[in-house]
């Protein structure tokens, strides 16, 4: 046995990866330090920065603050510790040694602890054990009797309880009888009672309900001593009498009392019915768990582990479709209400004539209904008390129905709870496993008004006897309350005064083991005298009936209608029926039935069925040679037996299913002994075997039929699952052991010497688990082979041909079954072999041959039927896959486990050839019908198999990859079980061992196997098996995960052994490559679009999509990163090689990848590094580069996210998580720098492009298309963190498990990285010897730099640093000659790392960027290269990074100073100078930043700060390109698009400015003149100054975006943002410099895109014509004064505000921000627009003015800006108007009424790369009084005009004009106005022309009056008909008012004038103006 079994808890069925094991692997990880996870000490934080805000506000004019102070600030700060031996030469072996022994040292053995199991539905592999056979019980009730007290006590009452079903008219319990009665009432019974038995004393029960529902009564029954009067009189003092008044009836009562004292003496042990109640159970049950439900529930289900709802799902309901539950039914469970305690007080009394059940059932349905009968009748008033709760798990003194202790039973002497025998209301399918024989006697009614004589008061005396004597009465009648355990007679309850009585008691018998003929019940009718008289006997006898227990040797029980004779029967009656006329007897009424009684049998001996019952008869006459047999009316003699036996074997077919179940265990046991000892018939031994076997498929399948319900998720049926492994075992093979006798189901067939135990064999999990063997080895004899002496002839016959083995002649049966005995067996082929693997061990171990040779084991012919059995079998899955698929799914499931278990017994070569001949019919198939089902069917099976626990042995780890001489099932066991893992690998070509090759395939033959299916189904050409790559990765991932838990290979060694047979995976997953999830898509870098989306009114869904402030797309990014394609060095992109056919395909899912990836990582972790050194100097460089694009993958999809735990619950922590994996704050940072130093190459961009991305977006555009597919949540990582959320059923996680995730998120990202590294240093010491090792370390340098570009704990980073640097030092030239853009990524990620928070990252890092400056020094005496990009780094750095801490970069500035300090060797040369220089500049930097940190609050600040630092690098190109770009990034975080635009397109003039300086190419554009159409502002970027460098200087223009893809990028990007702002003009202007550059790329594909984005953009405009839909933004004047505002006293700005900002927000917001900056009352708005006196305001105050602007354009400029569009774009004039007077105030009469216009012109013009900009100048226009008259005159003309015009017309708008034009109440009116300014002509010419221009004002106002009225007419209804003829009536009053004013015209202008011209100049110059610059 141990050989098979020693580990079967290693196989990957038995050993999941659960995750309290998981818990158990991870304990003792240390915590990984991660930045992302460091929250800076917030209040300190805090404040500081609000000190910083209250310092003075001024910033230096130039961008930089002055040297001295920040070099001062530099000096004083402290250096990290450094590094030891940093600047010491080593030679590169030993560092790299040194290194190695760092990095191996405390790594954590078992990766997969670190990965959390997939979450797999149940792993097929996986067999649950089935149940223990046990007793069915359904849902259970304890029901407990406190107590009972009625009005008066006068005499003892007797109470029973049981279930009734009024439904199914069913009394589904027996009865519990109870006695609540005082010791002083029960003394009265005293003579009648023998001392009570404490079983009898019971007053709780326990109650099994196996179908609750909601028609099931709780009824209780009381019953009293007879008495004389009928059950009315005796209940009437019950009714009269009250407790109260006790006192007052005394005398009454203590008579009442005395006559109960005489019936107890005389009638003491008869009983009369008295009363009765009913309790609907279920309301109880209802309403107890509805008061606190929620929290009782919780209690009691944690209490009783849900013991019932299980039970109940076991294999207690039939097949649903019989139960015809209702839905109602469902809802009805028992098991967690709250315990009740109900008090009953009404009692119905007994109706004499009404006692049947027939009559309760009546009563108890009339119960229900609202306006029962039973309400109107008097009630018997009582006090019952009960307590109804949930039966215990294990209630302590608890008695079975036959009175058996039920363990734990402590003390004999304690009051026992019964449990009570349920009778259920429907079938109930469990085996037998108790011994119980119960027989329920059950009188129902007597009819003797046919027989003469005196019989009123009527009992029977029911007596069991086993002869005729009455001495032969059997104690065996179970008595009821407070009295003897067994009596030998009962006697019924008597119903007074009635000749037919109806009786309702329950006689429960103990039936004797064996019956025999004389067996019978007798009946004896007296009748009782009530009334004491002289000479009358109590007792009189009327009349005998009875029952013979057995008829043909069967159990006689049911109805019978019996009649009774008048004297006691004759002789030898007890075997007749009293049916039988007997000879000379008197019977009443003519020998007619009249007496009913009915008899119920619950036996575990009879099975009360014929066929059953036959079969049974004739196997126990085989047994014991006993013929002939009688079998019912028939003798079968020896001769017809055969015959007989046969028939009754096929015809168990129609027995009914309950008792097949109910004897399952028996049954199939009796089939297998006449299997395997044929019976000898008249000297023949009878071959039953087929008929055997036809009858078990049978059975099987009508098990499975009918009962569904408990089935495991193999479609194993429970109840034969648990036969086999518990009950099943081979018959003993010896023929002398005791054979059973058909009453034994206690001590089981024969077999193993009757023992009684349970053998647990079969599946424990997966796998036989120990027999409980030795045991009932003793038993067997020595040697069986050796049969005993024989005893018979028939005996002696059978030794010779000696008994068959039982799997033997199975797998014989089987193979030759044909037709529907074949079908039946497939349908089950799982029982069958089951049963089959169980008897082949049993024959092992019984024959000792478990540790004898594989190869002898078994015969030929058996392993022929096997192979053909597995042949036919495998035909089938294949033939009919399709039809039937479930049949199909079972039998391979079922085939697989058992050549699963047959490798643990049988030779394995052999076992390997089934395997063989299955994969052999199944692969033909797939290759002519590519078909997913059948390849699924295929992965299940060897999923299946690989389960096993000696897999590994299996597939000979240790063997060399030698040919075998012939193919691999001739690798014997013999080889495999000697296999240690000992032998060393040889240099042989070393490829076979990492590809499928064939001696790979034939020497690890199971491996092979699984690593063939997953690169058949990996294909990409294989477009079906789409669907299952979860599947087969998670067959890769489980084995894995199973040998990685393992003791066995706990040793390195042996797991390096192991991971050999995987080898091939690494090839498998660089093929697959390209179709794996992109984690670097959805890798933060990219963060998520967060912010307000779509916030820019008016834009479109498609635009705003992922895009709302993600500055830098990844499409531009890639486009921009682009430069490697045009560069020389690129290296070969191992990815174009097919990935263009490959993509087409779906992806993996990223949970797949991620797998996948893991069990990659195994491998390399795992696997001997010699060896895989030597397979990388085989590879190809394009496959090492796919190799490195694969670890490249694995950095990102093991990324660390970081997870920040609170300490308040709740949403929070639960929002977080949900957000963990996207750091927000980092977004932009990381998204700007990716897209800057394009650590993203154009390698990518080819992937993504080749994979057809780019082209799939749904608008046909390139731009923004990744962006629908990059937020497919599904594909990021967060949905599996919050799927897990789901899983929890919580929303939130505990603190300590968030912890632990992070803990293990932590350790699995760590050491994912650390295994990445291995494989970096192994492919970096192959490469060095290649000839190609550019190319190859470039990759291994871009997966470096990958790696710390993503989160990792501190302890990665000190050692891929390490690492960096020896590569560094190994191959300078790589970094600083061809990988150029790596270089500068490499410098802003140490960066990025000098100003971490964790020391040792700054220590190490400010290390290497030491090193590589020095490097770089040492190489070329120059190191600008590395000068100019650290100092862009850090400006994009320091530009982009929310969480900067400047302090922690100048710690590391300082260490890098120390170290050039102390670096003796190079003390000499200019070095140290140089390095001091680059510091400095480099805290230069840092400096601005740190004022840039100050204004973080205040964003026109910000801005305005970066605009003055890009203007400071206007001589660097690349970094002002960095500066624009974070001005873009922040504009867009703001969702000022439109500002972020500009800033792109500045950015995109700069760069066209350098390209046309480099090159002169036609279509590119010609430096920034080309975009003076997109905004006049961009020729600022013109680089025509002397100083400007020339483009081609080292170090100068390097970067990616100075190419013309990254033009082509930018401006992308700025069409894009132009579309979010809703300014579509704009989007044509920057396509125009597009189209040119795609048309000369001949790009067809990126013309149709931008020609589709172009319709778009002009489709809006056509929509959008009026301008209202988008609404560009507001203007407002903001001046400052006061000196607490620093630079920004007197300072006069325009502000561009969102669309439609009102005066009262920007003024709200401005007088906060600043309040709260400078304290509140520091702060005061302005609130006029009038010029401001700075020597009347408070010095100490800061006063803000804000005014309201207006676009404004002169006449002529109106001719051009026609569109809304033209009159919101381009602005640089914006005017504002102030009304006064004179004499000062603001406003006055008309005639004194002046205004003032103000002009503002702005620096630049709106919108640029700021959202305020500066006034330039201002003047001032005053206008006098009849000039404001004209104006408002005009206004009022026009407002008729639109109103009368408009288009649909609408009347409210123009009556309300109307009104203010001609109504009679206007102030003010145009009347008014006429009267003042026309009344006269005025004096001074000057005047004339106004006058006149007033005039025609008004000529046209009553025009246009005339006809707006003309057009309300039109509009109104009848109902306005009034209003119009009032509004007429005005208008001609006006008319007539207004008539002489115009008509009277200023003669003088009329003249005719000779000098025109002079005139109009001085008109001209006669208007006030007044300027002011």
Not at 463 to 480: H, L, R, T, Y
């Amino acid at each position: 046995m141990a050989c098979s079994f020693r580990y079967h808890k290693l196989g990957t069925g038995f050993n999941p990866n659960t995750l309290d094991k998981q818990k158990e692997r991870q304990k003792g990880l240390p915590k990984q330090v991660f930045e992302a996870d460091e929250m800076p000490d917030s209040s300190s934080y805090q404040d500081d920065q609000d000190d910083l805000k209250r310092r003075s506000m001024s910033i230096d004019d130039t961008p930089r603050g002055s040297w001295a102070c920040s070099i001062f600030d530099l000096k004083n700060s402290l250096p990290d510790a450094l590094l030891p031996h940093l600047l010491d030469r080593a030679p590169n072996e030993e560092i790299d040694r040194h290194n190695e022994d760092q990095r191996k040292a405390n790594r954590h053995r078992e990766l997969f602890a670190l990965h959390p199991a997939l979450d797999e539905e149940e792993p097929v592999e996986r067999h649950c054990v089935p149940e223990v056979p046990k007793e069915h019980f359904g849902q259970r009730l304890l029901v407990k009797c406190l107590s009972l007290k009625f009005e008066i006590e006068i005499e003892p009452i007797f109470a029973s309880l049981a279930l009734y079903d009024v439904k199914e008219k069913k009394k589904i319990s027996e009865n519990f009888f109870f006695d609540l009665n005082s010791e002083q009432t029960k003394a009265m019974l005293r003579p009648h009672i023998q001392t009570a038995a404490i079983s009898t004393l019971a007053r709780s029960a326990i109650f099994s309900i196996t179908y609750p529902s909601q028609d099931v009564f709780l009824v209780i029954k009381l019953e009293k001593v007879l008495q004389q009067g009928d059950i009315g009189e005796c209940a009437e003092p019950y009714m009269v009498f009250k407790e109260s008044d006790a006192a007052k009836n005394k005398e009454k009562l203590e008579k009442l009392r005395g006559q109960s004292e005489q019936f107890c003496q005389r009638l003491g042990r008869y009983r009369m019915p008295f009363a009765w109640t009913a309790i609907h159970l279920m309301n109880i049950v209802n309403s107890a768990g509805s008061l606190e439900r929620d929290t009782e529930l919780e209690m009691s289900l944690s209490e009783r582990k849900g013991s019932w709802s299980e039970r109940r799902n076991s294999s207690i309901m039939g097949r649903r479709s019989l139960e015809r539950t209702t839905s109602g039914d469902e809802s009805c469970s028992l098991t967690g209400f709250r315990p009740a305690t109900l008090t009953i007080t009404n009692f119905f009394k007994q109706e004499g004539d009404r006692l049947s059940d027939e009559d309760l059932y009546k009563f108890l349905a009339d119960m229900r209904r609202p306006s029962s009968v039973l309400r109107r009748l008097r009630p018997i008033t009582a006090q019952l008390k009960l307590d109804i709760s949930p039966a215990p798990e294990n209630p302590h003194y608890c008695l079975t129905p036959d009175l058996l202790q039920v363990k734990p039973y402590p003390d004999s002497r304690v009051r026992p709870t019964r449990e009570i025998l349920e009778f259920p209301a429907r079938d109930v399918y469990v085996p037998n496993t108790i011994y119980r024989n119960l027989l329920y006697v059950n009188p129902q009614s007597l009819n003797f008004a046919n027989r003469q004589g005196s019989a009123r008061n009527i009992t029977v005396k029911v007596q069991f006897m086993n002869g005729e004597d009455p001495s032969n009465a059997m104690p065996v009648i179970f008595g009821k309350s407070s009295c003897a355990d067994f009596y030998k007679e009962a006697y019924t309850a008597v119903v007074y005064h009635n000749r037919s009585p109806d009786f309702h008691d329950e006689i429960k018998i103990k039936l004797p083991a064996s019956l025999s003929d004389h067996h019978h019940i007798l009946f004896t009718f007296y009748h009782v005298s009530c009334q004491q008289k002289q000479n009358t006997p109590l007792e009189t006898p009327v009349g005998y009936t009875w029952i013979p227990m057995l008829q043909n040797g069967r159990l006689r029980t049911g109805h019978f209608c019996l009649p009774v004779s008048l004297e006691k029967p004759p002789q030898s009656y007890s075997v007749l029926s009293p049916d039988v006329p007997l000879p000379g007897m008197k019977w009443v009424d003519n020998h007619r039935g009249v007496f009913n009684v009915e008899v119920v049998a619950v036996s575990t001996i009879h099975t009360q069925d014929q066929y059953l019952d036959k079969f049974f008869a004739l196997v126990h006459a085989l047994d014991e040679h006993m013929f002939p047999v009688r079998i019912g009316d028939m003798r079968i003699m020896e001769n017809n037996l055969e015959t007989e036996l046969k028939s009754s074997i096929a015809a168990l077919n129609s027995s009914q299913l309950e008792p097949i179940v109910r004897f399952l265990h028996l049954l199939l046991d009796k089939l297998v002994l006449l299997v395997v000892r044929p019976p000898v018939i008249a000297g023949q031994i009878v071959n039953l075997g087929q008929a055997c076997f036809e009858v078990m498929a049978s059975i099987v399948n009508r098990l499975h039929k009918y009962l569904d319900t408990n089935q495991d998720m193999h479609g194993r049926n429970s109840l034969l699952s648990s036969y086999i492994h518990y009950v099943f075992r081979l018959p003993s093979t010896d023929p002398n052991s005791p054979s059973p006798d058909t009453n034994s189901s206690l001590t089981g067939p024969g077999g193993l010497g009757g023992s009684v135990h349970y053998a647990t064999m079969a599946r424990s999990a997966v796998r036989p688990a120990s027999l409980n063997l030795n045991r009932s080895r003793s038993l067997s004899n020595s040697n069986p082979d050796i049969s005993g002496t024989p005893t018979s002839p028939d005996d002696e016959v059978r030794s010779i041909i000696g008994s068959k083995l039982f799997h033997e002649e199975l797998a014989l049966q089987w193979v030759v079954s044909s037709g529907s005995v074949r079908e039946g067996a497939l349908q089950q082929a799982w029982f069958f072999f089951e049963l089959m693997v169980k008897s082949i061990i049993h024959h092992l171990y019984f024959t000792d041959r478990l540790e004898s040779p594989r190869k002898n084991r078994f015969p030929e012919r058996f392993m022929d039927d096997i192979t053909a059995l597995v042949s036919t079998i495998a035909g089938d899955i294949v033939s009919r896959f399709q039809k039937d698929l479930e049949l199909v799914e079972r039998l391979n499931m079922s085939l697989a486990f058992f050549l699963n278990d047959l490798l643990s017994v049988m030779d394995r070569g052999f076992v390997f050839s089934l395997i063989r001949a299955y994969w052999k019919q199944v692969s033909t198939k797939l290759y002519a019908l590519q078909n997913p089902t059948l390849e699924s069917l295929r992965l299940d099976f060897l999923r299946i198999v690989c389960s096993h626990e000696h897999y590994v042995t299996l597939n000979l780890p240790c063997s060399l990859l030698t040919p075998p001489a012939s193919p691999s099932p001739s690798v014997s066991s013999a080889t495999s079980q000697s296999s240690g893992f000992s032998t060393h690998v040889q240099d042989q070509k070393i490829a076979n061992m990492f590809e499928l090759s064939v001696p790979f395939r034939e020497q690890h033959y199971l491996a092979g196997l699984v690593l063939s299916e997953l690169s058949v189904i990996l294909d990409p050409d294989n477009e079906g098996m789409f669907g299952l790559h979860k599947k087969v990765v998670s067959v890769v991932h489980n084995l894995l995960s199973s040998h990685d838990s393992d003791p066995r290979y706990a040793d390195p060694e042996v797991k390096a052994r192991v991971a050999m047979l995987y080898l091939p995976l690494i090839s498998i997953v660089m093929e697959a490559l390209p179709q794996l999830h992109d984690f670097t898509e959805s890798h933060n870098q990219w963060g998520r679009p967060g912010g307000p989306q779509g916030a820019a009114v008016g834009t479109s869904g498609e635009e705003t999509e992922g895009e709302g402030n993600s500055m830098i797309s990844q499409t531009v990014a890639m486009a921009i990163a682009g430069t490697s394609t045009a560069s020389p060095m690129s290296r070969p992109s191992s990815f174009l090689l097919n990935s263009q056919a490959s993509r087409q395909h779906g992806s993996f899912s990223a949970e797949s990848s991620r797998s996948l990836l893991i069990c990659l990582l195994w491998v390399l972790k795992n696997a001997d590094e010699l060896v895989l050194q030597k397979w990388f100097t085989d590879l190809s460089v394009s496959q090492l580069n796919r190799l490195l694009d694969l670890l490249y993958l694995c950095v990102s999809c093991f990324e660390y996210k970081a997870h920040v735990v609170f300490t308040m619950q709740g949403k929070k922590a639960f929002e977080r998580m949900n957000s963990l994996t996207f750091k927000k704050s980092k977004d932009m940072k990381a998204k700007l720098e990716e897209a800057i130093l394009g650590s993203i190459g154009a390698r990518q961009e080819m992937v993504r492009r080749s994979r057809g991305q780019l082209e799939r977006s749904p608008s046909g555009s390139a731009f923004g298309s990744q962006e629908n597919l990059r937020w497919r949540k599904d594909m990021t990582h967060w949905r599996q963190n919050s799927e897990k959320m789901d899983k929890s059923h919580r929303s939130v996680r505990t603190r300590a498990e968030l912890e632990h995730e992070a803990l293990i998120d932590g350790n699995l990202a760590t050491e994912a990285n650390l295994i990445i590294l291995d494989t970096l240093e192994i492919i970096v010491q192959t490469a060095s010897v290649t000839e190609s090792k550019e190319s190859i370390l470039g990759g291994v340098l871009k997966v470096l730099l990958h790696s710390m570009a993503c989160n990792q704990s501190a302890l990665y980073l000190q050692h891929c640093f390490a690492t960096q640097r020896a590569l560094v030092s190994k191959f300078p030239e790589l970094l600083f000659e061809e990988e150029t853009e790596q270089c500068a990524d490499l410098c802003l990620r140490l960066l990025r790392s000098c100003s971490s928070s964790i020391s040792t990252i700054r220590s190490h890092a400010s290390a290497s960027l030491y090193l590589l400056m020095r490097q770089n020094f040492e190489i070329g005496n120059n190191f600008a290269r590395v000068k100019m990009q650290v100092t862009m780094s850090l400006s994009s750095l320091v530009g982009t990074s929310q969480n900067f801490n400047e302090e922690f970069l100048r710690r590391s500035l300082k260490t890098i100073l120390t170290y050039a300090e102390e670096d003796l060797e190079l003390r000499e040369t200019t070095f140290p100078d140089q390095v001091q220089d680059l510091v400095f500049n480099l805290h230069m930097i840092l400096s601005d930043t740190v004022k840039m940190k100050e204004h973080q609050e205040d964003p026109e600040m910000l801005i305005d700060l970066m605009y003055r630092i890009a203007k400071g690098y206007q001589t660097s190109p690349d970094l002002r390109l960095t500066w624009l770009q974070n001005m873009a990034g922040k504009h867009s975080e703001r969702n000022n698009h439109a500002e972020a635009a500009q800033c792109l397109v500045h950015s995109a003039a700069l760069v066209a400015e350098y390209l046309s300086m480099l090159e002169d190419r036609k279509y590119l554009p010609v430096g920034c003149v080309t975009f003076q159409n997109i905004s006049s502002n961009v020729l600022e970027e013109s680089a025509v100054s002397d100083d400007v460098v020339s483009p081609d200087e080292e170090g100068i223009c390097s970067g990616k975006y100075f190419t013309e893809i990254g033009l082509v990028g930018l401006l992308e990007q700025a069409a894009a943002s132009f579309s979010m702002a809703g300014m579509y003009e704009a989007v044509n202007e920057v396509y125009k410099v597009l189209i040119p550059i795609h048309e000369a790329n001949r790009d067809a594909k990126k013309l149709a895109t931008i020609h589709g984005k172009l319709q778009e953009a002009f489709g809006k405009i056509v929509h959008q014509s009026t301008g209202w839909e988008r609404m560009f933004g507001t203007y407002f004047r903001v001046g400052f004064y006061g000196t607490k505002f620093g630079d920004l006293d007197e300072q006069e700005f325009v502000y561009k505000e969102p669309a439609i900002t009102k005066l009262a927000e920007i003024s709200h917001r401005l007088e906060g921000f600043y309040g709260e900056r400078f304290g509140e009352d520091q702060v005061e708005v302005i609130k006029d627009s009038n010029p401001v006196d700075k020597c009347k305001l408070d010095p100490n105050k800061a006063f803000i003015q804000i005014t309201y602007v207006e676009p404004y354009f002169d006449t002529y400029e109106m001719k051009d800006r026609i569109t809304y569009f033209d009159k919101n774009y381009n602005l640089r004039r914006f005017v504002y108007c102030t009304p006064f007077t004179l004499d000062g105030r603001a406003h006055g009469d008309l005639h004194e009424q002046f205004k003032r216009k103000t002009i503002l012109t702005t620096s630049h013009a709106f919108p640029y790369i700021k959202t305020r900009i500066n006034i330039i100048h201002k003047e001032e226009i005053i206008s006098t009084p009849i000039e404001v008259a004209i104006e408002d005159m005009q206004k009022k003309t026009q407002e008729l005009a639109f109103a009368t015009h408009q288009d649909p017309a609408d009347a409210k708008m123009l009556q309300m004009v109307l009104q203010g034009s001609v109504g009679t109440t206007v102030n003010q009116g145009p009347l008014e106005v006429a009267q003042v300014f026309l009344s006269e002509i005025p004096s001074d010419p000057k005047l004339y022309r106004h006058h006149n221009k007033l005039r025609l004002c008004f000529k046209d106002f009553t025009k246009r009056c005339e006809d707006a009225l003309r057009k309300n007419k039109s509009l109104i209804g009848p109902d306005q008909k009034e209003y119009q003829r009032e509004l007429e009536r005005n208008y001609h009053r006006l008319k007539e008012a207004l008539q002489p004013l115009i008509n009277r015209k200023i003669p003088q202008l009329y003249k005719p004038v000779l000098q025109v011209n002079s005139h109009r100049d001085s008109f001209s110059r006669m208007s006030l103006r007044k300027l002011d610059i």
